[in-house]
């Protein structure tokens, strides 16, 4: 039961994967990079490692994408300031 | 190089990779086969050892404690590296925190649940830091999730609150106690004449007691402080620049 989860998940994140990287919008990708981030964690939880799971979870989905988003941003908010 | 070259380098390139990874996968030990010797003893002693019965917290802030030390400066060398990098340059000005054009229009849709869940994320946050010795996370965990909690009061539109709640001389602060909290407790080991990060505390006569594990839920808390305020001071630090600072 708990490997078809597993080879679920493994082909979930591949997939999300290929996904992150075939988005053109910065936005969408960021969206998409924490979408994938919460697979990740789901798979690490598969494989039993709720701590790597918290960690994957938090950082992956939430911190790392927020940064991603400010300083994308703010370089908009540059070109924008340029084109004026 | 010609389209047609390209093509044939990479799919010589392609098929040698291809090959080196087949030959790697069929040498590796079957699924869910671990050889090492040192998971089972761990399994097998590390709640009479240490009375803790999250055993991934045993392992980390006591077993290889040390190497959780040098982690944790790396990651407050980070922030300090980050806050030096993104200081305000002598060309750049900060505009005003009330200037309308800071303010980002948040929709109720994000506002609500995100100011909904900012109390609950601080308590789960608070709980994972602080039961290191009975929960499979600790310290790591339970500061990233307590620095969540402030990006979600970010998220909601609220950068000044962010920024009243976390400000930069309270977060210097706490980083410098979780940091140097977790080195001190090292240090009195070898005090008392114990290898450093030795479990000196009584480690509890119940294992998987709150109050059982010795040092770890001591490291753990640390840690916590640390990891909290170094992630609230990189958001902070990322915030200011896109909101506030502009080049003149």
């Known amino acids: 039961m708990i490997e078809i989860l597993q080879a679920v998940m493994l082909v979930m994140v591949a997939a999300g994967a290929l996904a992150v990287t075939r988005a053109r919008d910065r936005v969408r990708q960021v969206l998409l990079l924490s979408g994938y981030g919460l697979l990740l964690a789901i798979l690490f939880f598969t494989f039993q490692a709720p701590d790597v799971t918290l960690s994957e979870l938090t950082v992956g989905t939430v911190v790392l994408p927020m940064i991603l988003l400010l300083a994308i941003f703010k370089v908009r908010r540059g070109e924008r300031g340029r084109e004026e | ?248």
């Open chain 2, 1 to 248: 190089m010609s389209p047609r070259q390209r093509l044939v380098l990479f799919t010589v390139a392609m098929a040698g990779l291809a090959a080196c990874f087949a030959w790697a996968v069929a040498g590796l030990p079957g699924f869910g086969n671990y050889p090492g010797p040192y998971g089972p003893v761990i399994l097998h002693d590390a709640v009479g050892q240490t009375h803790a019965t999250g055993v991934v917290s045993a392992v980390n802030f006591e077993y290889r404690g040390f190497d959780t030390v040098g982690e944790e400066f790396i990651l407050f060398a980070a922030a300090a590296g980050l806050s030096v990098v993104l200081r305000r340059l002598r060309d750049e000005r900060e505009s005003r925190p009330v200037d309308n054009s800071n303010r980002l229009p948040v929709p109720d849709s994000v506002r609500v649940p995100a100011l909904i869940f900012t109390g609950p994320t601080v308590l789960i946050g608070w709980w994972l830091a602080s039961h290191a010795q009975t929960n499979p996370s600790g310290g790591f965990q339970g500061g990233i999730m307590l620095a969540s909690a402030l990006i979600l009061i970010y998220l909601a539109g609220e950068f000044i609150a962010f920024r009243r709640l976390s400000p930069v001389a309270l977060l210097d602060a706490v980083e410098a106690v979780g940091a140097g909290g977790f080195a001190v407790i090292g240090l009195i080991a070898l005090a008392m004449g114990l290898p450093y990060l030795d479990n000196f505390v009584p480690l509890g006569t119940i294992p998987g007691a709150v109050s059982s594990g010795g040092t770890i839920p001591l490291i753990s808390f640390f840690v916590g402080l640390e990891v909290a305020a170094a992630f609230v001071a990189i958001i902070g630090e990322f915030g200011e620049q896109t909101l506030l600072v502009r080049r003149s």
